[in-house]
């Protein structure tokens, strides 16, 4: 009886501290609303916007296929649509189609570069409301490739420079522009753009580039919009697993042929993930969100001392974005057996590709996958690997300003760190940089996130302005 009720005690104590956490897990305050549009010209800076998308910059890994006279036709008008930016602001080109703007600063402390890339991705013309590269402005929307992926944000840091130049604002320290026209294919130009700027020992104290977006519905029980600001980069990995055997002719065949090995691997490979980790970006991020969520997801995320492996089950069982977030992923992409229908396979592989943790290194990775095949018949082959980008600190002045760009900008908005799953160009800032960060400057609808890199990719007239009004802000910080 005595033991009875010293359980019973104990549930009741547990109970209490549970939900007294959670009912202190609360927003720090109010969600500020946001301050007034800056007093500029938004009409002339659509016309601009329109004109930047009529270049066809579509990159290609194949740079033959590349029009380069576009490119440099796009580089040469930014000089007179934004004539005031190329007269206090010194300019470069470095690498292949690398753009690199120095706005001098009062002081020489640590400067920002404000990024963004100017190829775009083919389109299938004929899938196409209005024309791919016109810029058309109808309906209140701002049509063509590249209006969400990127040049709004190329067009936003140029309009809100040349804005502050007017006005005859200048930054505290430098502010650098970077931009590149070889994102889309993984290029050298944002790499070379670095060197450059390490041989001559910058260390910037902020790195912008595209990442997140404002979104909603992004969070169960969240209602508020929500910025999500990447603070980290996943690793990319793409591997091969070979096995090779004697082929032969199909009218005889043994009882397991290698494409059932290799289909055997991929059993094995899909029902044994890798471990998740509840990363500082995802921590982070579910203390920000949590506070605006549910009851019943304040239990839980006020009380991750004891619900962390609850969490993790059920980020793992919902699959997508959340368990990307949690852990290293691995997609199986490609398989191959016989190049016939009546001929064994003398070869069969499957190709993998991975998403790393910055807790997985190339080796450690491929050590996971062989262990899990475990048939020591299979060969491994790297095809492609970049690391995982360091996390970047929500605690310093630079996420500050970002953050508080975000709330002048957009009203009752929470501001949100996350790790980005995706790649950019920024990635290889983290070489001089320790608070790269990763947001895109606009407020995306479900059906809008996925017109990026799809047909009728457009961005709303209003959107453009708030893309441009962020900049604004966030220099005026500078
Ligand atoms: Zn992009």
Same mark, same amino acid.
């Given at each position: 009886?005595?033991?009875?009720?010293?359980?019973?005690? $104990?549930?009741?104590?547990?109970?209490?501290?549970?939900?007294?956490?959670?009912?202190?897990?609360?927003?720090?305050?109010?969600?500020?609303?946001?301050?007034?549009?800056?007093? $500029?010209?938004?009409?002339?800076?659509?016309?601009?916007?329109?004109?930047?998308?009529?270049?066809?910059?579509?990159?290609?890994?194949?740079?033959?296929?590349?029009?380069?006279?576009?490119?440099?036709?796009?580089?040469?008008?930014?000089?007179?649509?934004?004539?005031?930016?190329?007269?206090?602001?010194?300019?470069?080109?470095?690498?292949?189609?690398?753009?690199?703007?120095?706005?001098?600063?009062?002081?020489?402390?640590?400067?920002?570069?404000?990024?963004?890339?100017? /190829?775009?991705?083919?389109?299938?013309?004929?899938?196409?409301?209005?024309?791919?590269?016109? +810029?058309?402005?109808?309906?209140?929307?701002?049509?063509?490739?590249?209006?969400?992926?990127?040049?709004?944000?190329?067009?936003?840091?140029?309009?809100?420079?040349?804005?502050?130049?007017?006005?005859?604002?200048?930054?505290?320290?430098?502010?650098?522009?970077?931009?590149?026209?070889?994102?889309?294919?993984?290029?050298?130009?944002?790499?070379?753009?670095?060197?450059?700027?390490?041989?001559?020992?910058?260390?910037?104290?902020?790195? $912008?580039?595209?990442?997140?977006?404002?979104? /909603?519905?992004?969070?169960?029980?969240?209602?508020?919009?929500?910025?999500?600001?990447?603070?980290?980069?996943?690793?990319?990995?793409?591997?091969?697993?070979?096995?090779?055997?004697?082929?032969? *002719?199909?009218?005889?065949?043994?009882?397991?042929?290698?494409?059932?090995?290799?289909?055997?691997?991929?059993?094995?490979?899909?029902?044994?993930?890798?471990?998740? *980790?509840?990363?500082?970006?995802?921590?982070?991020?579910?203390?920000?969100?949590?506070?605006?969520?549910?009851?019943?997801?304040?239990?839980?995320?006020?009380?991750?001392?004891?619900?962390?492996? $609850?969490?993790?089950?059920?980020?793992?069982?919902?699959? +997508?974005?959340?368990?990307?977030?949690?852990?290293?992923?691995?997609?199986?992409?490609?398989?191959?057996?016989?190049?016939?229908?009546?001929?064994?396979?003398?070869?069969?592989?499957?190709?993998?590709?991975?998403?790393?943790?910055?807790?997985?290194?190339?080796?450690?990775?491929?050590? *996971?996958?062989?262990?899990?095949?475990?048939?020591?018949?299979?060969?491994?082959?790297?095809?492609?690997?970049?690391?995982?980008?360091?996390?970047?600190?929500?605690?310093?002045?630079?996420?500050?300003?970002?953050?508080?760009?975000?709330?002048?900008?957009?009203?009752?908005?929470?501001?949100?760190?996350?790790?980005?799953?995706?790649?950019?160009?920024?990635?290889?800032?983290?070489?001089?940089?320790?608070?790269?960060?990763?947001?895109?400057?606009?407020?995306?609808?479900?059906?809008?996130?996925?017109?990026?890199?799809?047909?009728?990719?457009?961005?709303?007239?209003? +959107?453009?302005? /708030?893309?441009?009004?962020?900049?604004?802000?966030?220099?005026?910080?500078?």
């Amino acid at each position: 009886m005595v033991i009875l009720y010293g359980i019973l005690a $104990l549930l009741i104590l547990f109970a209490a501290i549970v939900l007294l956490r959670a009912a202190k897990f609360k927003p720090d305050g109010i969600l500020p609303e946001a301050s007034e549009k800056p007093d $500029l010209n938004f009409e002339k800076a659509v016309s601009h916007f329109s004109e930047l998308i009529r270049f066809k910059t579509v990159s290609s890994y194949d740079w033959d296929e590349v029009d380069e006279a576009e490119f440099e036709a796009l580089r040469t008008r930014l000089k007179t649509l934004y004539p005031r930016v190329h007269t206090h602001c010194t300019r470069e080109e470095v690498g292949k189609t690398g753009l690199l703007f120095r706005w001098p600063g009062k002081q020489s402390g640590a400067p920002t570069v404000l990024m963004s890339h100017y /190829d775009v991705v083919p389109a299938v013309e004929s899938l196409w409301t209005h024309p791919v590269f016109e +810029g058309a402005v109808e309906d209140g929307f701002i049509w063509g490739r590249g209006t969400l992926d990127t040049k709004g944000t190329l067009c936003g840091i140029l309009e809100a420079v040349e804005y502050w130049i007017e006005k005859g604002f200048v930054p505290a320290q430098d502010v650098y522009l970077s931009f590149s026209g070889d994102e889309e294919v993984s290029g050298p130009s944002a790499p070379a753009i670095v060197r450059h700027l390490k041989e001559r020992g910058i260390h910037p104290a902020l790195v $912008l580039d595209e990442g997140g977006a404002v979104v /909603d519905g992004v969070f169960p029980g969240v209602t508020f919009p929500t910025a999500m600001v990447g603070i980290g980069e996943k690793g990319y990995m793409d591997v091969r697993f070979e096995v090779t055997g004697k082929g032969g *002719h199909a009218s005889a065949p043994p009882p397991h042929s290698l494409l059932g090995d290799v289909a055997r691997a991929i059993t094995k490979i899909e029902t044994h993930p890798f471990k998740a *980790h509840l990363t500082p970006p995802a921590k982070e991020m579910l203390e920000t969100l949590g506070r605006y969520s549910s009851f019943g997801m304040r239990v839980v995320l006020a009380n991750l001392w004891c619900f962390e492996p $609850l969490i993790k089950v059920l980020f793992t069982k919902q699959g +997508g974005e959340m368990n990307a977030m949690i852990r290293s992923t691995v997609a199986v992409t490609r398989a191959e057996g016989s190049k016939a229908y009546n001929v064994l396979p003398p070869k069969a592989y499957v190709g993998l590709n991975l998403r790393l943790l910055v807790t997985e290194d190339k080796d450690s990775a491929l050590e *996971h996958l062989t262990r899990t095949i475990n048939d020591p018949r299979f060969e491994a082959h790297i095809v492609d690997y970049r690391s995982a980008s360091p996390y970047a600190s929500t605690a310093s002045d630079g996420f500050a300003a970002v953050k508080r760009a975000i709330e002048k900008t957009w009203s009752s908005t929470i501001v949100s760190p996350y790790l980005m799953l995706a790649g950019s160009d920024s990635r290889h800032f983290s070489d001089i940089c320790d608070h790269v960060l990763k947001f895109s400057a606009m407020h995306l609808s479900k059906e809008e996130l996925g017109l990026i890199h799809g047909n009728d990719e457009r961005i709303a007239v209003e +959107g453009f302005e /708030d893309m441009i009004s962020f900049y604004v802000h966030l220099i005026e910080m500078l």
